[in-house]
């Protein structure tokens, strides 16, 4: 009789397209170097099938899975508890699977803020951010829970950068303001944190979010969500003028913690998961 363990722990992701999401690679490696016998499945998952892949991860027992685009939303109706961020940003794009109920969680504005706590605690701080998509929803409404003092948005659609702004107001102790977007942005002079939010970058190295680059001040730390390229040409003008710069890659590598402690209360190795997506993307050095 043998005595080994064949079942392995599974969790994973619901999406479609999904062939381009490394988060599975990230995962993986990190489960080999913990010693845990769990599997990533990296699923496409079609908008007219989440309600079956949900129910199929709840018959197998899977510990949890990740779901984006384009379910984040759409998953709402399936689960059985919101926590209070998801809620907020209504979006999920984590659910944990535990005795057969589904807690849905939002790891992207998570991801972010741990990354940024590396570098300083937003608390009190005052915040610019470019961008008011999925992303920016997600980090605005974890920095107002952070404490930060004021957040700005700013956005080619003002509208939306308002929306955000009023949520923030809405469900934390922060002060929010939406901007439209036209022509060069300034970045005021009492800025702590600036946030590139927006998709530009994503690919093109030498793409830029329009804004004066005279306005970045030395000492301000400037973050970027992009993680593909992690060394976005945002981030190398901020670090040319004296700014702390903050790549993509590390909000990645924290959602993928966060998620897999939601999923097994387990803490995976971030510097085996950012050496994987670093491998992946080309290194970084913010
Ligand atoms: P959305 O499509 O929801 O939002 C895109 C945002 O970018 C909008 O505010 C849009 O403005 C703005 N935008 C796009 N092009 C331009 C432009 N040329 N000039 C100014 N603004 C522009 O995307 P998400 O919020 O979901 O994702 C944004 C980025 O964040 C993506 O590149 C994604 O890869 C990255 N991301 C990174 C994560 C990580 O872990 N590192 C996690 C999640 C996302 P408008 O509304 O005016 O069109």
Not at 6 to 25: H, K, Q
Not at 92 to 97: D, E, G, L
Not at 208 to 216: A, G, K, Y
Request: hydrophobic share 45%; net charge negative.
């Amino acid at each position: 009789m043998s005595n080994q363990n064949f079942r392995s722990i599974l969790t994973g992701s619901f999406s479609t397209p999904c062939a381009d999401n490394p988060t599975v690679a990230m995962i993986e490696a990190a489960y080999r170097h913990a010693g845990i016998d769990a599997r990533y499945i990296n699923c496409d998952v079609k908008a007219a099938h989440l309600k079956a892949a949900v129910r199929g991860a709840v018959a197998m027992e899977w510990a949890g899975f990740n779901c984006s685009l384009p379910h984040k939303v759409a998953v709402i109706e399936y689960l059985d508890e919101l926590a209070e961020a998801a809620r907020i940003i209504g979006a999920v794009n984590c659910v944990a699977i535990r005795d057969g109920r589904l807690v849905g969680n939002n790891t992207d504005g998570k991801g972010f803020l741990a990354s940024l706590r590396d570098v300083v605690d937003p608390a009190g701080k005052k915040i610019f951010m470019l961008g008011a998509g999925g992303a920016a929803r997600a980090i605005a409404v974890e920095l107002g829970l952070a404490g930060a003092a004021h957040i700005t948005v700013v956005n080619r659609d003002a509208a939306k950068a308002e929306t955000i702004a009023a949520l923030v107001r809405d469900n934390t102790g922060s002060d929010a303001a939406g901007c439209p977007w036209s022509g060069k942005a300034c970045i005021p002079d009492d800025t702590d944190i600036v946030i590139n939010a927006t998709s530009v970058g994503l690919g093109d190295a030498q793409a830029m979010p329009e804004i004066d680059l005279d306005t970045l001040a030395k000492g301000q730390i400037v973050a970027d969500v992009i993680p593909n390229p992690p060394m976005t040409r945002f981030l190398r003008e901020a670090r040319e003028r004296g700014c702390t710069s903050l790549d993509g890659l590390g909000m990645l590598v924290n959602q993928g913690v966060i998620g897999v402690e939601l999923w097994l209360g387990k803490t995976l190795d971030a510097g085996v998961m950012k050496q994987t997506l670093s491998d992946i993307f080309g290194a970084s050095d913010a």
